[in-house]
């Protein structure tokens, strides 16, 4: 499946402004916009969260990396492109967690 796709059948995050991703002692370590170029890393995100208890863990990230489908590919071969993207990978091979904040649009 696309990420188009997959899109499609992940729960809308338009309620939210942001999602914020904090570290093991809450400091934020990145922001998600609701804005254009960003919409479809908070959806995905927003949706991870939902399904692992409010974080992001290293099989989230692994999850995340499929939903991603050809973007994962194209950020593999272009690091720094998809940011959102080469936070998961990093994160899918790591053993931490990290906590979400939804900051409510």
Same mark, same amino acid.
């Given at each position: 499946m696309n990420f188009a796709d997959r899109l499609q059948q992940l729960p809308s995050a338009t309620h939210l402004a942001a999602l914020? !991703? !904090? /570290?093991? /002692?809450g400091q934020v370590i990145a922001t998600i916009e609701n804005k254009p170029g960003q919409t479809g890393s908070l959806a995905v995100y927003a949706a991870l969260a939902a399904l692992y208890g409010g974080s992001i863990t290293p099989a989230a990230a692994r999850l995340g !990396?499929?939903?991603y489908a050809e973007h994962t590919q194209d950020a593999q071969a272009h690091p720094g492109k998809h940011p959102n993207i080469d936070r998961l990978r990093a994160w899918a091979e790591g053993s931490t967690s990290y906590r979400t904040q939804a900051i409510a649009g």
């Amino acid at each position: 499946m696309n990420f188009a796709d997959r899109l499609q059948q992940l729960p809308s995050a338009t309620h939210l402004a942001a999602l914020r !991703l !904090l /570290d093991a /002692d809450g400091q934020v370590i990145a922001t998600i916009e609701n804005k254009p170029g960003q919409t479809g890393s908070l959806a995905v995100y927003a949706a991870l969260a939902a399904l692992y208890g409010g974080s992001i863990t290293p099989a989230a990230a692994r999850l995340g !990396l499929e939903w991603y489908a050809e973007h994962t590919q194209d950020a593999q071969a272009h690091p720094g492109k998809h940011p959102n993207i080469d936070r998961l990978r990093a994160w899918a091979e790591g053993s931490t967690s990290y906590r979400t904040q939804a900051i409510a649009g």
